[in-house]
């Protein structure tokens, strides 16, 4: 008899509402066979703010679960063994923090710390490019994802301190090739700062790169994903040999999970994107010597919205599929020998290391986030992406191509996506006061003052951070005493300024944007903002591109902006359209925030555009705030939202004549 491979961890990224919710949905989904767990944390979480801060409005329990202190962590883990769980944590800003929580609470069940099994993803170079879930500038940043990748090497052994995160490059526009050679400058990155400090020195930094692991996307051409694969491990390899000196198979070996790509679902006839789920996965299993150690799976509909439980259930079938009814698990790599993989996979290996080569020359990732060439490579790279969908060249079906549809019943009727209710929010605040009124503030007070000395003095903040865990603090707290020793930072937008003339299809919005603007007798100014603390800033930032191809004069400063900052920017740039983007499920209560402010300034005459993944009952809503127009996945095509807006701008005109 065959002897099959053990395949790969299943897992499904969950999380949202309450801890108390998200713990039901993880037991369930243990129940159906899931074997390790994935968190996702809300936006307040992930930027190290409590859910009562004014920047969390709207956001507590939208894209993930609130953990503000323990009890929180306690909740979510209700009944759940960590010692026999491996949990994988998307967490970087504050990955040090979550991390301490989590062995906090291993301590109260018992736990050996010497088992715990998982991940903290703690990637903040990634952050900086695509996700902006960042808080401190990159020097600290660095340093703690250093201390924590001490901590663990010495007391918890089997966890996975840093997972290098290739997925949200893609997700940015990145090519085969970028997400390559940017994700390996990022743990050459992290492993040289390792290196540096001095506290790893012989086999202790052995041990140091066998825990690093790797988080990846595969997209649809998954021909060219599975040798991308396949070429990340040579270069793995050839890396910890040639730079580190790492000879032990085991720790120079090429480990890494996947998320299989959220940024190819359509909103439009968005069944299709079962097929494209499955085909994504089999870039990542069916090549045994490049394959993922963990599979984590989208839903069907995530376009649309948050998935149920049922979505989230036939993902994870689909994976259970795969593994236990087909052979696949019964050979040896099937692609061994193929004279095209061969090909393709060298030639994704040479470009990869001249771009590697290049980053290095600048002075690593490091460099390169800081003088905007990573950004401004992705930013250009997604351009020329969705340019290449609008004109038809790239095949999305359903979107640009055989677009006549029958409608799906799997989209429609009372509960086809996931809401999280109103109420979460005020009820999670309450349960953090109360939690606050209901510790010992002498203790607290002492364990935060003891991290604020530590992370002065340059000493390791995990320990100290476990005891603030245990004290009480919370997440908002031990974010403040960072920010005070280290600073905040706001990255490059990767949005020149110099419009380019080779945009194709753009004659005719340009002669529209000319005339209008000699009409208001100045150019057409437009203010793109993203309120909230979403950080997912690629539509945004084609928007701006594409406006400033256009002709418009475009302000857009970034992520992270509150309602007031947006409708002081509006008001002291004078500008003629505002756009918000909003991916993160809040844009009824920060649209209708921004919306009340601008008419207490006066400003109501200036129209405002939305985009972002929203359900039609919530355009509704927004509309009836005086949003002028709502645009969503469905409306992929730039060229025409440039003209809508250009033709928005003009009926303003006429009618302040």
Not at 45 to 60: F, N
Not at 75 to 104: Q, V
Not at 306 to 314: G, T
Not at 458 to 486: Q, Y
Request: include cysteine; glycine fraction near 8%.
């Amino acid at each position: 008899m065959v002897a099959r491979d053990k395949p790969w961890l299943f897992r499904t990224y969950a999380g949202h509402s309450t801890a108390t919710e998200s713990n039901k949905l993880y037991r369930s989904n243990l129940a159906k066979g899931q074997t390790g767990l994935s968190v996702a944390f809300d936006l307040p979480t992930q930027t190290g703010y409590d859910s009562d801060h004014p920047l969390a409005r709207g956001e507590v329990g939208k894209v993930g679960v609130p953990i503000s202190h323990l009890g929180d962590m306690r909740t979510l883990f209700d009944g759940i063994p960590l010692a026999e769980m491996n949990t994988s944590m998307t967490i970087n800003a504050c990955a040090a923090w979550l991390l301490s929580l989590y062995i906090a609470t291993a301590d109260e069940q018992g736990a050996d710390r010497t088992r715990l099994q998982g991940t903290t993803q703690n990637d903040i170079i990634k952050e900086y490019l695509s996700r902006g879930t960042y808080v401190f500038p990159p020097a600290p940043s660095m340093r703690l994802t250093k201390d924590t990748i001490i901590f663990t090497t010495e007391y918890l052994p089997r966890w996975n301190p840093m997972n290098v995160c290739s997925y949200h490059l893609q997700e940015a526009g990145a090519t085969p090739v970028q997400e390559l050679a940017f994700a390996l400058a990022n743990a050459i990155a992290i492993l040289d700062t390792v290196k540096k400090s001095g506290e790893a020195e012989g086999k202790v930094f052995g041990e140091v790169v066998g825990r690093i692991s790797f988080f990846v996307n595969a997209g649809m051409r998954f021909i060219t994903e599975m040798c991308k694969m396949r070429a990340f491990v040579d270069l793995w390899d050839e890396i910890c040999v040639n730079r580190y000196g790492i000879t032990d198979a085991k720790q120079k070996l090429f480990r890494y999970g996947v998320q299989v790509n959220s940024l190819g679902l359509t909103e439009q006839q968005p069944e299709n994107n079962v097929y494209r789920i499955l085909l994504e996965m089999l870039a990542v299993t069916l090549s045994k010597g490049a394959r993922a150690r963990a599979v984590q799976l989208p839903a069907w509909n995530e376009a649309l919205g948050l998935p149920r439980s049922f979505d989230q259930q036939w993902s994870l079938r689909m994976q259970q599929v795969l593994a236990y009814e087909t052979d696949l698990l019964e050979y040896g790599d099937i692609f061994d020998g193929s004279i095209e993989i061969a090909r393709k996979v060298e030639q994704l290996k040479e470009e990869a290391r001249a771009e590697l080569a290049q980053i290095d020359a600048m002075g690593g990732a490091v460099a390169a986030i800081e003088n905007s060439y990573m950004k401004q490579q992705l930013v250009e790279s997604n351009t020329r992406r969705l340019e290449a969908i609008e004109r038809g060249e790239q095949v999305v079906v359903g979107v640009n191509r055989w677009t006549d549809t029958e409608p799906s019943p799997l989209t429609t009727g009372e509960g086809a996506i996931l809401t999280v209710p109103e109420g979460v929010e005020a009820e999670q605040i309450a349960r953090l006061q109360a939690w606050r009124e209901a510790r010992d503030n002498k203790a607290a007070a002492a364990a935060l003052a003891a991290l604020k000395s530590a992370a002065q003095e340059g000493r390791n903040i995990m320990e100290p951070s476990i005891v603030c865990a245990k004290a009480g603090i919370t997440t908002g707290e031990w974010g403040t005493c960072l920010r005070e020793v280290f600073g905040e930072y706001r990255a490059p937008t990767g949005v020149g300024r110099a419009a380019r003339v080779d945009t194709q299809g753009l004659e005719e919005v340009r002669k529209g944007v000319d005339a209008v603007s000699e009409k208001i007798g100045r150019r057409i100014k437009f203010l793109v903002g993203k309120p909230g603390l979403d950080g997912h800033s690629n539509g945004a930032e084609q928007i701006a591109v594409r406006a400033r191809d256009c002709g418009m004069e475009v302000v857009y400063e970034g992520i992270r902006l509150t309602p007031a900052e947006i409708v002081n920017a509006a008001l002291e740039e004078s500008v003629h359209v505002i756009g918000l983007s909003i991916l993160s499920g809040s844009h009824v209560p920060l649209v209708r925030d921004v919306m009340d402010r601008l008419r207490a300034e006066g400003l109501s005459d200036i129209p405002v555009v939305v985009g972002g993944i929203i359900p039609p009952e919530d355009e509704v809503q927004l509309k009836g705030f005086g949003v002028t127009a709502v645009y969503t996945p469905k409306n992929f095509e730039l060229n025409r939202i440039m003209a809508d807006i250009v033709a928005i701008v003009d009926r303003q005109a006429q009618k302040a004549a």
